[in-house]
């Protein structure tokens, strides 16, 4: 039986514990204050990025893992005894990871890895991620888990809602102005995944109408099908998490188990704290 190593990136936000369960690696995002820089979610994560922004009133940057990185990655996994690996990665469309894993896979000729871009970001890429380990774990050919991720990509949705531009404003995404007025109205803009790329889809007043036209878009794209899986994620948010999950349980056919985590600062710092989100995979 063939050996296939899964490797993605921490934009994936699968929880630690989660990947190791299933002998994913994941290569970390790097965040940058200045001249420091932390590896996302192993050196760093949303309590201490954010108590620093506040302080120093601007965010860090994000970097995509050098060539050098996966490359590093690849290596580990053939030396643990894989065949073949199978890198997922964050969509090319929000970030160069792509592009450094395919670098990283042209520096090891003759050795069969496959960089996928998943078009996909947060829980919507990790459940791609997960999909493909299991079916590596089944015994499945290195097409087979790509094709398992693609399928589980056409099923899947992301709907979330920002508590704050604030984030946004500071990052050059919208002027301080416009964010000031948006503050003032209460404006709570939903969010979701478009295209490869977390798109705004709506403006709307309020946190609660926020929840409630994300959850509404979530019913119109469930469309009465059974949910298989689904995860609730937050920023710096998790009773406003918890109860954004109630609001669910009470409008859709929610599985038992939902994969409650964070956002990972390599996308947080984009987002805001306070945001909450939904990504769920629809039966066939």
């Known amino acids: 039986m063939s050996h296939i190593a899964i490797i993605t990136d921490t934009d994936s936000s699968l929880p630690l514990a989660l990947a190791k369960k299933h002998n994913i690696m994941q290569v970390p995002i790097l965040i940058q204050f200045g001249d420091e820089s932390f590896r996302d979610a ?13 302080r120093e009133g601007k965010l860090p940057t994000t ?10 990655a690849f290596k580990d996994a053939f030396d643990s005894g894989a065949d073949s690996v199978l890198c997922l990665s964050i969509s090319s469309e929000m970030s160069a990871t792509y592009a450094s894993a395919r670098q990283a896979a042209g520096m090891l ?4 890895i496959e960089v996928m871009d998943t078009c996909s970001l947060a829980m919507g890429q ?9 079916a590596a774990a089944r015994g499945a050919s290195i097409e087979d ?4 991720a693609e399928d589980v990509r056409s099923r899947t949705y992301l709907f979330g809602a920002l508590a704050t531009l604030r984030y946004i404003a500071m990052s050059g995404r919208v002027s301080h102005l416009a964010a000031g007025m948006a503050g003032l109205l209460d404006i709570k803009p939903v969010l979701s995944l ?24 979530s019913v119109e794209k469930a469309a009465g099908r059974k949910i298989e899986k689904m995860a609730v994620l937050n920023v710096k948010a998790p009773e406003a998490g918890h109860q954004f999950e109630t609001l669910l349980r009470a409008a859709l056919p929610c599985p038992d188990e939902i994969i409650f985590t964070d956002i990972t600062p390599g996308l947080s710092i984009h987002t805001g704290a306070g945001m909450v989100a939904v990504v769920f995979v629809t039966a066939k």
Request: aromatic share 8%.
């Open 42 to 54: 192993y050196e760093i994560n949303n309590d201490a990025v954010f108590t620093r922004i506040d």
């Open 63 to 72: 970097a995509a893992p050098s060539p050098g990185q996966f490359t590093e």
């Open 109 to 112: 000729p003759g050795m069969r």
């Open 126 to 134: 990790g459940f791609m991620v997960l999909a493909a380990a299991e």
């Open 145 to 148: 888990a790509i094709s398992a």
């Open 194 to 217: 478009q295209n490869g790329k977390l798109e705004l889809l709506e403006r709307i007043r309020t946190q609660s109408k926020a929840w409630k036209r994300a959850i509404e878009l």
